[in-house]
């Protein structure tokens, strides 16, 4: 390095010996680096970068059905489509479901999850993998699948009522009933979202220090006192990305409404998805474009809030 | 004290049993109505066992009548071109992104965090747009397109390719390999547990992908399992159980397969999302 270093003349020495450098880390051509992400680069602008911005530019437009084979042919009427969704009826009652949905299943799902990890981090000694691959199961559990069997346990002379009947209980409509059509929704998206949670808690809890813990159970404080002062504030980095992670899942929430209940009875289980779903069946391309543009605003303000929270800390 | 650790630690284990039972019910419920006559359900609506297991009716009425074994090819197909694809274009960028510099590398990999922070629901009606446009609309093709390379899977690749020394490649490099020597010689089969990984969830994904199958197929001819599956539920009224219960056998047995074999590489996955 040095020889070559001396060996320039007039050329500062800082910029040549950079120069070598650059030469011997850099392959042969920057354009080969671009044939190896091409595919990516393709797949990406063809159905994420320009679907968005079709998404943006066409939600101002009035397209329907009629425009698809001809996109050109559309009028432009600006924000009248949010003027006309954000005050449609049945896309209110979708968007208080959607919160109903992410204000109680995040919470209900993460704090099941959380409290699953600790029990197999920290309680218990033996089988640990294996409950932790049952409790994982239900995740890749097709969703499909997955509503039929729940469709077929809540009619009304199904396994469940008939349970209940042995109790002596007559078991309600569950999916004729706007309250527990809701809960049984709920019920089958956080029975297939919790081994999620579990997992990514259960590898935050295993990358705390042992010795964290033997300080503090040394000091006297006691089970619950740890979890709460010192488990839960080292868990912060984890416990924002499930946040995140749950919060835009129950968001954007459609399969378990629309297989189990097909958004009924009267709309009490219907998300915006789902609605979004219904009016692009409809032919209402314009509707359906900006209910997706309402969701991917809630998906940006999740994280933009969980870039804020992530700052001052770090 | 001790006493008091071991009574705790049987009510955690009788707890997590319980859970554990709570988890697997549903898999209980497919695994024997499948076997069931239309006539048992009527009778014994809370019944567990079916009268017998050799019972195939459900399966063969499955195939004969409604049609399951082209949708099961149709899966075969999807998931197969899915897998293979992206290993090799999720690792050909995971290389790049990691070990080539070139100018719009931190762009690419921001264009990665935010495909994978998108989820598919906001964008598939400007998606099919798209699809019309390119004529891929009822088509296998159209139906894998989106998945050909899947953020997530370029993510763990990448992820996985830094822990590679750069040593190795500069050997490879001073002995005079190109690129796409140097990235099928060397990188390649170093790869081995990063490839299992993206192959194991890029497969639960287009095996279980709904939503955009559902849109884009509009002919029996090009529904994948999960379509047709959807479509007899919705069409039977919800009252053939036995024969829905089986269809769900179907489509939950391979991926069950492989989890019991490959449990780890599933967990990885999604432990993957977690290691910005």
Redesign the interface.
Known sequence: MALQTTSVGAVPVHRSLRRVRARR????H?G???L??L???V??A???????A??VV?TMTDIGVAD??D?FGVNFVFLENFQTVLTAPDFLRSALNTVIYVGIGVPATMAIGFL?AL??DS???RAR?V???????????????????????F?L???I???L??LGIVGPNWLGTPTTALFVVLLLTI?RT???CM??FL??LQSIPEEVHEAASLDGAGYWRRVFQMTLPLLRP?TL?VTV?MS??Y??I??EPF?VT?GGPLGSTKSV?LW??EQ?GFGN?SN??TG?IV??LG?LVI?VIQFRMLRPKQ | MNRLHVVRESGLYLALCLVSALMLLPFAWVAFGAFKTQGEFMSNPGGWLPESFANLDNFIVLFTEEGFGPYLVNSIIVSAVTVLANVLFCSMAGYALAKLPFRGRGLLMGCVLVAMTVPYVALFVPQFLITVQLGLVNTLAGIVAPMLVMPLGVFIMRQFALSIPDELLEAARIDGAGEFGIFLRVFLPLLGPAIATVSIFTFLASWNSFLWPLVVAQTEEVFTLPVGLATASQASNTTAYGLLLAGAIVVLLPVLILFLFLQRYFIQGIAATGLK
């Open positions: 880390m850099r392959p042969a920057a080969i680096a671009w190896f992400v595919p990516f680069v797949i990406f063809v159905f994420t970068a320009v679907p968005a079709t998404a066409l698809l084979r996109p699953l029990a197999l309680g218990i000694r993998s409950f932790r691959a049952i409790i994982y199961v239900p995740v890749i559990a097709n969703i499909v699948a997955a509503a039929v069997v729940w469709q077929y346990a009619t002379n199904g396994p009522n008939s349970f009947a042995d029975w919790t081994g999620t997992v990514l590898a935050g984890t990305l992670l835009v899942m968001l954007n459609f399969e297989l097909d998805a979004v779903y692009f391309m359906a474009m997706s969701l991917l998906v994280c």
